[in-house]
């Protein structure tokens, strides 16, 4: 359609007319220059989400990924719809540090996907679970999408600010996915899983504080550390932290080998058993290595994401190719086998064409959104959108955005989010802000960005090209589309947040005390809690419409 419309230019209705564009510049724009094929697209997949990819192939080869399973298991399994639950909070936390969906969609995808689709969850539920979680990654701070980095130019205010503006949205949305969750485990009658006694509330919470503690403590030590180091080892730093590191592996592997290695993932085997969490844990710490590696690289030396994700493979490569005759090695008693050098290379070797494989799709789709900008900005098409969009508002700021928000998603169909909230940004945040003054409503700058990010980032779900239900759906075996329809309905809460903050700017903490900010997190989670509810039509019990409704 897109390449018809370059061609066939002068004999547009005159709004969408244009001088028409002759088949070689057609050719040329689209195959030589950097707006077309070999566009933005292209070059994110390329650059770096290729190594994210990677990284996830090679994690799970190694055994992570059902390592990772059976901890989430062992953890959340016990309450209702517990893998997805687990799935949710596997995705924020990578979210948190990866700040691309696609690359969070495969990277976590690939162990909680299958997760859930053993308790019950559908091909597609399982997949748009899996979307809707990863797809927030972007807006969770500190490690938001490149979007969020771009803002500081734009907005002209420091990263540290949007961090704080972008926080207790990002919160509440996560809230209310693990709540929609909940429902759709209601829905489906599922039972816990196993015959475990909760706990007492006391219990837990005194749990939870002293994780909470071991894990601070362990992360300052490493932090100041490793700032301490530095300095004092200076140019024999990296060699000094390669030693430290290994040590810290062989340290872990010795653990892993003092307990049972995990029994071997069976897809038929019913699932009414739950793993004890302490054996779990400590039976593959050392998988943790690459990913504290990958965190570090990104957070503290502050690498580019392709870099650091280099590094963190580095290490997984390192960890494929020795865990299995050190672990022989290190167990005494020689009652298990862990096999031998010869299979880890065949691992490694299966982890890199794994890889390979999951990104070929992702290539293909991306490269063929880069057609699609390539027309954009050939035909000029963007700026009638803009004029269009402040004709049909006719002055009234909510039917502005409204049209805004769809303008979002039609261009985010076929651009990955950055250059998405490129175009839109540049196009009508001016007018949103100048609207919001005639209406006599004061709209902060950063409000409106956040509004267009936010609707950028639900691209990545929305059909016929949302590339996170494209990977979700390589995973799940589910059919895309349908994938991409119900993580569209999960986000729908997403959807509903930028209308709240645009006319309510307290929920991005814009001058407000600590006091007034708690009230307002509790008061905006309970309403999209409500939210949740009426667009899943279940509250205690499935809701008839009108109940929804109201």
């Not at 302490?278 to 580019?304: D, K, Q, T, Y």
């Not at 299995?324 to 982890?351: A, M, Q």
């Not at 980032?457 to 329809?485: H, N």
Request: net charge neutral; hydrophobic share 55%; charged share 10%.
């Amino acid at each position: 359609v897109f390449l018809a419309y370059s061609l066939a230019g002068p004999w547009m209705p005159s709004l969408l007319a244009h001088r028409g564009v002759s088949l070689h510049a057609l050719a040329n724009h689209q195959w030589i220059t950097t707006e077309g094929v070999f566009g933005i697209a292209l070059g994110v997949s390329t650059s770096f989400v290729f190594l994210f990819v990677l990284f996830g192939a090679l994690l799970e080869r190694a055994g992570a990924g059902h390592y990772f399973i059976q901890l989430a298991f062992s953890l959340l399994g016990h309450l209702r719809g517990g893998p997805a639950k687990a799935a949710v909070v596997a995705s924020a936390l990578t979210g948190v540090i990866s700040g691309s969906s696609i690359a969070n969609v495969v990277t976590t995808g690939t162990f909680t996907i299958p997760m859930m689709k053993r308790v019950g969850f559908s091909k597609e539920k399982a997949g748009a679970v899996e979307v809707a979680s990863s797809v927030n990654g972007q807006i969770m701070p500190p490690v938001m999408g490149a979007a969020a980095f771009l803002m500081v130019e734009y907005v002209g205010i420091p990263y540290v600010e949007i961090i704080k503006h972008a926080f207790l949205p990002a919160a509440i949305s996560y809230i209310a996915l693990l709540y929609i969750v909940h429902l759709e485990a209601l829905k489906l009658g599922m039972q816990p899983i196993g015959n475990r006694q909760p706990r007492p509330w006391l219990r837990r919470l005194t749990g939870f504080a002293f994780g909470a503690a071991l894990i601070s403590g362990l992360s300052m030590a490493v932090y100041y550390g490793l700032g301490w180091l530095k300095p004092v080892l200076g140019d024999y730093a990296l060699p000094g932290i390669s030693v430290l590191l290994a040590v810290a592996y062989l340290g872990l592997l010795k653990i892993a080998a003092s307990n049972a290695p995990l029994p071997a993932e069976d897809p038929d085997k019913p699932l009414d058993e739950l793993p004890e969490t302490r054996a779990v844990l400590l039976s593959g710490l050392h998988f943790l290595l690459p990913v504290v590696v990958l965190v570090w690289c990104l957070m503290v030396e502050r690498l580019s994401p392709g870099l650091s994700a280099f590094w963190g493979s580095v290490m997984l490569i390192i960890i494929l190719l020795t865990q299995r005759p050190l672990l022989n090695w290190l167990r005494t008693d020689g009652k298990h086998d862990y096999g031998s050098f010869t299979d880890g290379v065949v691992d490694l070797r299966e982890g890199l064409i794994a890889g390979a494989r999951n990104m070929i799709g992702i290539g293909i789709a991306t490269a063929t959104a880069g057609i699609i900008v390539g027309a954009v900005s050939q035909t000029g098409v963007g700026l009638v959108l803009a004029d269009l969009v402040e004709f049909l508002s006719m002055g009234n700021l909510l039917l502005m955005l409204i049209l805004t928000a769809l303008l979002s998603l039609i261009l985010g169909m076929g651009l990955p989010t950055t250059a998405n909230y490129i175009v839109v940004s540049s196009l009508l945040a001016p007018v949103i802000v100048t609207l919001g003054q005639q209406n006599g409503l004061i709209v902060p700058l950063i409000a409106v960005h956040l509004f267009v990010f936010y609707f950028g980032i639900m691209a990545d779900v929305t059909p016929p090209v949302g590339l996170a239900s494209f990977a979700a759906a390589a995973v799940s075996k589910g059919d895309p589309i349908k994938t991409g329809i119900t993580a569209f309905y999960y986000s729908l809460r997403t959807a509903a947040l930028p209308f709240l903050f645009i006319f309510n700017t307290d929920l991005l903490l814009i001058n407000v005390d600590f006091a007034h900010g708690v009230l307002i997190f509790f008061v905006a989670t309970i309403a999209m809690l409500i939210f949740a509810a009426a667009t899943q039509g279940f509250f205690l019990v499935k809701s008839r419409w009108y109940e929804s409704m109201l």
